[in-house]
């Protein structure tokens, strides 16, 4: 068979593909590959004839083959096997950085006509999700291809194994705080996305998807409705928990299939991983421990934003800013906001994280723009502002001066004396949603014989008033 043709080397590189233990002697590698080629999984058998392909083309393909599968036993074949093992450590390491591309073999239906240039194991790059630390990758990012190119609905199958330490990783960290629903802290996640390498993936799951673990149906995350006729209703990007449906044991495969519908010129990749499940309250401790931005930060901010109009006829000297998170309606504890926002306003980071934790979307709830965990910062500005003990129990918005300073706000003077010497008062509405309160120079009464200027309507209005 191709198998015993193969070197030492790519039995490690298949076996190391898929999670399985790559030392020992070459029989006992040629024997751990048959295994999972008995198994029928398809993308091994790709990977067998590449691989015994490529080392034809090198030349490098044993012609000793017969004898080392004779002469296992022999004192020589062990010693051979050996060096090689060391020889070819470093062949390893490059050989998993190579372009593995499945040829277009027909032989024995292994090959599929038109998927020749879909990779195996494509260099796609998913996503890192906040709330799950990756322990270990049971399966790297993996084609999903069909297998008859002649019908819409295909079928795939992937095999992973688990380390002892890692089933005793799953096994050991449970929740049963509830009863009725145990939660695995450490889990094993299985996760979908386009086969796209040119930038991060977010999960995206191919149409019409079904998912068997152990010959277990998996739940997967219910479809999202639609009122257009004729468009196929798409289920939210999340990860899938396959813990459930996992065997917890290092001495027994794993095995997933996977059934979809093809879309034209479009592919799909599967990953799985083992994770580590966390809480709103771990990541704001991180997020705490990253550090607070410095408040001179803000403050430079504030100066930039109330002086960059100081020329205009009408210059904004003050901001008004809430004290009120946007989500929770109360005043916040831990003032955040995103690094790539330019609004001065802040939301609570707890009741954000918390918000996320329950249904994932990480836009800022201020400007509606994208905010993900790792560009969160609690600001230190607002954060003394909340400490202070200027700041009264019943104060929810502070006004912000052009010099950085901040105050209370002060309550204005219902009185209206209609004196001209009194100052006219004008709102102006900025980027940041709050009200600007300026002050202009009161205007003269003039009289009729008076030449009026034209860019002065205000100080006319006035007059009248008056």
């Known amino acids: ?164 330490q890692q089933a005793n990783e799953i096994a050991l960290n449970r929740d049963i705080s509830n009863p009725n629903k145990m939660e695995h802290v450490v889990q094993v996640q299985l996760r979908f996305c386009l086969l796209e390498t040119t930038c991060e993936q977010e999960d995206y799951f191919p149409p019409n998807i079904v998912v068997k673990v152990n010959n277990k149906l998996c739940p997967l995350p219910n479809p999202i409705p639609t009122n257009k006729p004729g468009v196929e209703p798409k289920r939210p990007p999340r990860p899938v928990n396959i813990t459930p ?26 990953a799985c991983y083992l994770v580590r499940k966390l809480t709103s309250a771990q990541l704001l401790q991180r997020l705490k421990t990253k550090g607070v931005k410095a408040a001179d930060y803000t403050r430079a901010l504030i100066k930039e934003k109330l002086n960059e109009d100081a020329d205009c006829e009408i210059a904004t000297t003050m901001l008004k800013v809430s004290l009120i998170c946007p989500l929770g309606k109360m005043r916040m504890t831990t003032p955040c906001r995103s690094s790539t926002c330019s609004h001065l306003q802040c939301f609570d980071a707890s009741l954000y994280l918390q918000m996320n934790e329950r249904k994932p979307t990480w836009n800022c709830p201020v400007c509606d723009k994208p905010a993900i965990y790792n560009n969160l910062v609690i600001d230190g500005y607002f954060q003394e502002v909340l400490v202070s003990n200027k700041l ?26 209609g004196s001209p010497s009194k100052a006219v008062q004008k709102v102006e509405v900025i980027s ?35």
């Open 245 to 270: 449906q996992v065997k917890l044991s290092p001495t027994v495969a794993n095995h997933i299939a996977v059934s979809w519908c093809t879309e034209y010129n479009r592919g799909y990749a599967a």
């Open 1 to 164: 068979e191709l198998v015993h043709q193969l070197r030492v080397c790519d039995l490690q590189q298949l076996l190391g593909e898929n999670n399985i233990s790559r030392s020992g002697r070459k029989s006992d590698l040629v024997d751990r590959v048959l295994s999972l080629v008995r198994q029928n999984v398809p993308v091994l058998k790709h990977r067998v004839r590449e691989l015994h392909r490529k080392a034809g083309a090198n030349g490098s393909v044993g012609t000793n083959a017969t004898s080392s599968s004779t002469n296992n036993n022999s004192v020589h074949s062990a010693n051979n096997t050996r060096t090689a093992t060391g020889m070819y450590q470093q062949q390893y390491a490059n050989a998993v950085q190579s372009d593995n591309r499945v040829g277009q073999v027909h032989a024995n239906g292994i090959g599929v006509p038109g998927y020749g240039d879909y990779p195996i194991y494509p260099d796609v790059q998913l996503k890192k999700l906040a709330f799950f630390d990756v322990m270990a990758t049971l399966l790297k990012p993996a084609t999903l291809v069909p297998s008859n190119t002649t019908q819409r609905v295909q079928e795939g199958s992937f095999y992973f194994h688990l380390t002892p």
């Open 432 to 466: 940041d949603d709050v009200e600007v309160i300026t002050t202009d120079p009161p205007k003269p009464i003039v009289s009729q014989t008076s030449v009026i200027s034209t860019n002065e309507p205000t100080s006319t209005t006035t007059s009248s008033e008056t």
């Open 392 to 417: 009264s129990s019943e104060d929810t918005e502070i006004q912000l001066h052009n010099d950085g300073s901040w105050s209370t706000r002060v309550k204005q003077n219902d009185s209206d004396d």
